[in-house]
């Protein structure tokens, strides 16, 4: 409304001006209309009576004459008439003749000139014609006529004038104020919806502004971009990310939309234990990641109900709400049968994709059969993204090598979606790829993501290698994205990390008493030296090559032997796999030949290996981690390795040394470990030495640097960067006309 009065005023005080200007224009063209016409009157009056009045004259009746002038100003407008004889006296008239009229001053009403007279009963025309008739008297005829009709007229006229200013000023703004308000909720609605980022090229106001729309687009495409920068460099300004920055990231640049996560290991697992019902949390690199993410941005997780009392906990729906003492967000449990979890999840995930991505040196199995089961499980899981949305386009953070076919699959269903794929573990060169006989399958289903995540460039470099080697796919080497089929996928590096700080329940028990206790369970003297290691058991982890490391470090310095003992945490995991269960036996045999060689006192002191082939708690994990003096992460290729990551967080008492294999991921992010290659015992048990002597203050530095590290770059940065990538790329594909820039700019990284 308001827009529309500036739109109307200045029109109507326009026009009131006009029609204030024009009034006495008008009133003086038509006095002077009729003042023409008065004279020509006048002319034809006196041509007609000029003969009888000159005879009426000559004849010297002036009662005939008298009576000659009232017949002719019967007639309404002839006010007066008179005629002089001669250039003085009173001239002989009708009787309305105003007194101002003589016969001496007829020479102001003759010829061209003002003829108009003002009298009391208004204004009036006086015509002064000269007669004259060949032997007849000669004298001047003054006609005199009644001029109040003229401005009678003239304010009819002022008041048309008024009315049709009025109409025009009421068309005009009507005419504007429809076609400004209709044009400008168009633009309103089309500049609003860029702004909120969420304008699709097809939105009929976008599409109908379009050519207007493309300048103001691609400012504002810029002033995005802009901000986003900024807000990025603020990111990385930003030391340390938290629960409260990532629930503020959904809600500010996500508005508040839901979170759909998928992967095969859930993060709460009922157990059966007799009559009880216990709650599980598994050993799972991804589920420690995951967790806090999503206990920060609720939403649901949906995953395989594999615990022995999972259904008796779910509602109608399959849905339980967790954490079970305080619940924050819902697990959508997926039911599989023993032939698809053997097919899926045992089969074509663990025996062909695990040792096909690591370089394990286990051969990969790949049976047709089980291939089927992990398109049917992933299709199921596809189906299961679609009830669980609550909108057209959710945001879908699908988990691992389990489900390398859903994002293509999600993309069917819900093109809309964003969906982003991270994968845990890593990713092959392109030679060792082209081994599986389904490589063009997994490489197509996976480039139905919106962001391909790994956790290193190499990993990152590989896959798009293998992109190019196997499809015909577009692959922008400079930001990363390789498009197929028109849709585009960004390729991504995204470490990841650890929920920091941790909580009390983790580092709340002094470091001492941690240790007092570990001693005190494990039979081992008061000054005994403790190494830890926590894995699932899986041939990766490099169990075996960090056993045979302890070995020679009791070789080479046998002063350790009765003095140093290596507590392995090893988790059961995937035992119904052949590969699993010779290794989880040579792993028990190895400690064992170890222990009988190195165990002082025969067999009495205590042994330089304690392996816990069993479930642990988080908190008693962190007990351990907190109890040692140095953690052993020996693993053969490791996508990350939180278990590093996780020893760090556990010591803020700023001791202890960090062994590190140089297979791992989280090698490149922390150079202050001691870097180890696991294949070689010499050197890993040299670094066991110098971890077991060094000094407290070289401890205390490189615990220093690395704790900087991974407070600032913890789990919730991992998160946010995704979810803020995510956030960019929705608001850049429905920007009109500007999906094709979207798909050409950004960074990797
Ligand atoms: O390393 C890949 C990964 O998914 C990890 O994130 C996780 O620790 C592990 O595998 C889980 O394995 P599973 O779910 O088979 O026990």
Redesign the pocket.
């Known amino acids: 409304m308001r827009l529309s009065l500036r739109f109307v005023l200045p029109l109507v005080l326009v026009l009131a001006a006009f029609a204030y200007a024009i009034v006495p224009l008008v009133d003086q063209l038509t006095l002077r209309w009729f003042v023409r016409d008065m004279d020509i009157r006048a002319e034809l009056i006196a041509n007609t009576i000029a003969e009888p009045l000159l005879e009426q004259v000559a004849s010297g009746s002036k009662a005939k004459t008298a009576a000659f002038f009232m017949r002719i100003t019967q007639d309404e407008r002839l006010y007066a008439i008179g005629y002089c004889a001669g250039a003085t006296g009173a001239p002989l008239a009708s009787t309305l003749l105003p007194g101002d009229i003589r016969c001496d001053n007829l020479a102001r009403f003759e010829g061209a000139g003002d003829h108009v007279l003002k009298s009391a009963s208004g204004p009036l025309h006086v015509a002064v014609k000269r007669l004259s008739s060949g032997g007849l008297a000669e004298g001047k005829l003054v006609l005199v006529h009644d001029m109040s009709f003229v401005e009678r007229r003239s304010e009819e006229t002022r008041r048309y004038v008024f009315y049709f200013f009025a109409g025009l000023a009421a068309a005009i703004s009507l005419i504007t104020v429809v076609i400004a308000q209709l044009a400008w909720r168009g633009w309103v609605q089309g500049m609003r919806a860029l702004l909120r980022g969420n304008a699709r090229p097809d939105q009929p106001e976008i599409k109908s502004a379009h050519p207007e729309f493309r300048p103001i687009a691609r400012d504002l495409q810029r002033l995005i971009h802009d901000l986003e920068s900024e807000a990025r460099s603020r990111d990385e300004g930003q030391t340390t990310w938290t629960a409260e920055s990532l629930r503020a990231i959904l809600q500010g640049e996500l508005r508040g939309e839901d979170i759909i996560i998928v992967s095969?290991?859930e993060p709460y697992i009922h157990q059966q234990k007799g009559e009880h019902i216990e709650v599980q949390r598994?050993?799972?690199?991804?589920?420690?990641?995951m967790e806090p993410i999503m206990r920060a941005c609720s939403g649901t997780w949906i995953a395989h109900g594999s615990g022995s009392a999972d259904r008796a906990v779910v509602d109608a729906h399959d849905h339980v709400q967790v954490p079970p003492e305080k619940p924050a967000y819902q697990i959508r449990r997926l039911w599989l049968t023993p032939e698809e979890e053997a097919g899926y999840?045992f089969g074509f995930a663990?025996e062909g994709l695990w040792p096909l991505c690591h370089i394990a040196h286990v051969r990969p199995t790949f049976r047709s059969a089980d291939w089927a089961h992990y398109e049917a499980v992933n299709r199921k899981f596809a189906r299961a993204v679609v009830e669980e949305s609550k909108t057209p386009a959710p945001i879908v953070l699908v988990?691992?090598?389990h489900f390398a076919l859903l994002p293509r699959m999600i993309r069917a269903l819900l093109p809309e979606a964003t969906v982003i794929m991270f994968w845990?573990?890593p990713w092959p060169n392109p030679e060792s790829f082209s081994i599986c006989p389904w490589r063009e399958q997994i490489v197509d289903g996976m480039l139905g993501s919106s962001i391909l995540g790994f956790h290193t460039q190499s990993h990152c470099n590989n896959f798009v290698d293998t992109v190019d080697r196997l499809l015909e796919a577009r692959v922008d080497r400079e930001s990363y994205r390789v498009s197929l089929g028109g849709h585009v996928t960004a390729v991504r590096r995204y470490p990841i990390s650890i929920d920091w700080p941790p909580g009390p329940e983790m580092v709340g028990k002094p470091v001492a008493d941690c240790r007092a206790e570990i001693r005190a369970k494990n039979d081992l003297p008061h000054d005994h030296a403790i190494g830890i290691g926590v894995d699932?058991l899986d041939y990766t982890k490099g169990i075996v090559e960090r056993f045979r490391a302890i070995e020679r470090l009791m070789e080479l310095k046998p002063e350790w032997i009765g003095r140093f003992s290596f507590i392995q945490i090893a988790a059961p995991?995937?035992s119904s796999i052949e590969e699993y269960q010779s290794h989880e036996a040579q792993v028990r045999a190895l400690a064992a030949r170890i222990n009988e060689r190195f165990s002082p006192s025969g067999r009495a002191g205590p042994p330089p290996i304690i392996l816990k082939i069993e479930h642990h708690e988080q908190w008693q994990v962190y007990e351990h981690y907190r109890a040692a003096d140095v953690c052993f992460v020996s693993s053969l290729h490791?996508?990350m390795n939180l278990v590093a990551k996780e020893f760090i967080a556990a010591r803020d008492d700023e001791r202890g040394v960090l062994v590190l294999s140089q297979f791992t991921g989280a090698a490149r992010e922390l150079p202050e470990a001691l870097i180890v290659n696991p294949y070689d015992a010499g050197q890993c048990a040299a670094a066991l030495h110098l971890a077991l002597t060094m000094t407290e203050t070289e401890q205390r530095d490189r615990m220093r640097l690395m704790r900087r590290l991974v407070g600032e770059f913890n789990v919730y940065r991992w998160a946010g960067r995704m979810l803020l990538d995510a956030a960019i790329m929705r608001r850049r594909g429905r920007l009109p006309e500007l999906a094709a820039v979207a798909t050409s700019g950004g960074s990797n990284g």
């Open positions: 095969n290991r598994p050993a799972s690199g991804l589920v420690t990641a999840y663990n988990q691992d090598y845990h573990i699932r995991t995937r490791d996508g």
